[in-house]
């Protein structure tokens, strides 16, 4: 089933170079990018999408940064439209990751 996750990514860093991240959706790595933005000031919507079985599924972001030590987390995930629950992942309380069901 086509799946469309939306998910506001923060982080909060300072120095001279970004900070990179990774998004995964279960174990399968989607994708990896420089956030290249004042890390106070603003964050990046993320729009995936995906096929995944009906099931649990767990939306992860991590840091792959080499010079700086980001603090990154998710902020209002939907899953299509908020038609699918997700919710915290409660062994994350920082937000890294995002535990949601999908349903036929």
Known sequence: MEC???ADVHCHWSGAYPPSYRLYVDEDMLYERTFGWAGYQ???EERIVCELEPGIHVLKIEDCSEKVK???Y???VFVDNNQIMQHPNYDDPEGKQWTFIVRN
């Open 4 to 6: 469309l996750i939306t």
């Open 42 to 44: 603003t964050y990046i």
């Open 70 to 72: 980001p603090k990154f």
């Open 74 to 76: 998710f902020n209002n």
